[in-house]
Every structure is written in structure tokens, then in C-alpha cells.
């Protein structure tokens, strides 16, 4: 299996702009969770999915952020307008629950908003 | 509400050496605990997790952690540091009932040659 797929692996936008992060979960994974990482704040969890269906959304930062997964092998988040304050690592991961509860991570999406 | 506590953002060791890092819980129903690694402009790998069955674990690379109750403790051990060992190490706590885990703040591990 190739993993969790994400794009693009770098992006640099300028305050204002609309960003788009992709994510392709495991196949056969039925949980998909959205992380951030910061120097100041750490890993944070935003946002997770089962079955495609948001689940848990509460660590989303504000309006400007929104995440949907209209199939079980696709997922975006996107930051519309994005802030430079939202510059940081988004890592996508994926577990299965009926056999682990390992979650497996993507290589992550490094965001910088100039 | 579950959260955990990593004591020290920064751990230098020499080759060789034993490894420690340490982890606190705090939880109101009995956890689930994993250590996940991260080496510089990766992802997030497992490394070893406790789900209530044996409290010592063993995982990849010659790592192992203990749970104990009584100290409220997941520390994770490594008897002698290789160099491949240096990355960042995260202790994360995921509750019954809940998917998604919350994570500490993170440990460097530095091993010195």
C-alpha cells in the first residue's frame, strides 16, 4: 500500500488566499483525521471523519477553515482566507477500527502564508 | 477529559546509552497510550501503544514502554541509543469512546556519537 497521500507537500501563499490541502486516506480506512502542528501549540487534532461523516469538529480554529470528504478515498481542507498565523505543518491520517488502532500519518503538508 | 505530559522538550544522550522519556496521563477512564516518532520532515510513525492488555510493551527499534497505574506513567525505555534513534518523540493518550488522540507536546531526542 503507498500510504497517506498528501498535496502538496509545500505551500507558500500570500495572506489573503484561498489554500486547498488534499489527503488520500489507506484504502479501506474508515477514519480520517486532520492534524496541525505549530512550534507554540504542538500537535493539534481539527477535525476527524468516519465513514466519510464529520465526526468531531471542535478543534477547528474558526470559520475560515472548513474540511470535507465527499468519498472514502478523498479529503481537503481548506483555509479561505488564509492568515499568516496559519502557517504550520498539516499532517492527514488514517485508521481502520475494526483490526488497529494505530493511526498511520500522511508526510504532512508545510504551510507558509507570507 | 484526557491529556498527557512529556517531561522535557529536550533529552541528549550518548551513543550507547539507555534511553528514557518520559510520559505522564491524566484520564478518567482507563486509556489507551501510544508513542509515536517523528523523524525531521516526516510523518508521525508508531512506535509502540498499551490497550489495556500486558503493561509492558514492546515496539519497533528496541523501544519499550511500561503503564503504570499507580504513577500514572507511560515511559518509554530504549537500552542503548543508536544514532538512527534521534528524532522527535510523542506520548499520546486516545480515551474509550473517542477516536482521535491528543498528544503532548513532544521530546527531542539527541544522541551524541
Known amino acids: 500500500d503507498a500510504g497517506v497521500i498528501q498535496s502538496p507537500r509545500h505551500e507558500v501563499t500570500e495572506m489573503g488566499q484561498e489554500v486547498t490541502l488534499r489527503c488520500k486516506p489507506i484504502?479501506?480506512?474508515?477514519?480520517l483525521f486532520w492534524y496541525r502542528q505549530t512550534m507554540m501549540r504542538g500537535l493539534e487534532l481539527l477535525i476527524y471523519?468516519?465513514?466519510?461523516?464529520?465526526?468531531?469538529d471542535s478543534g477547528m480554529p474558526e470559520d475560515r477553515f472548513s474540511a470535507k470528504m465527499p468519498n472514502a478515498s478523498f479529503s481537503t481542507l481548506k483555509i479561505q482566507p488564509s492568515e499568516p498565523r496559519d502557517s504550520a505543518v498539516y499532517f492527514c491520517?488514517?485508521?481502520?477500527?475494526?483490526?488497529?488502532?494505530?493511526?498511520?500519518f500522511g508526510p504532512g503538508t508545510r504551510l507558509t502564508v507570507l | 477529559a484526557q491529556s498527557v505530559t512529556q517531561l522535557g522538550s529536550h533529552v541528549s544522550v550518548s551513543e550507547g546509552a539507555l534511553v528514557l522519556l518520559r510520559c505522564n496521563y491524566s484520564s478518567s477512564v482507563p486509556p489507551y497510550l501510544f508513542w509515536y516518532v517523528q523523524y525531521p520532515n516526516q510523518g508521525l510513525q508508531l512506535l509502540l501503544k498499551y490497550t489495556s492488555a500486558a503493561t509492558l510493551v514492546k515496539g519497533i527499534n528496541g523501544f519499550e514502554a511500561e503503564f503504570k497505574k499507580s504513577e500514572t506513567s507511560f515511559h518509554l525505555t530504549k537500552p542503548s541509543a543508536h544514532m538512527s534513534d534521534a528524532a522527535e518523540y510523542f506520548c499520546a493518550i486516545r480515551g474509550t469512546g473517542r477516536r482521535a488522540l491528543t498528544f503532548g507536546s513532544g521530546t527531542r531526542l539527541q544522541v551524541q556519537p
Open positions: 471523519f468516519n465513514n466519510n461523516v464529520p465526526i468531531d
Open positions: 491520517a488514517s485508521t481502520q477500527r475494526q483490526y488497529t488502532d494505530t493511526q498511520y
Open positions: 484504502s479501506g480506512h474508515d477514519y
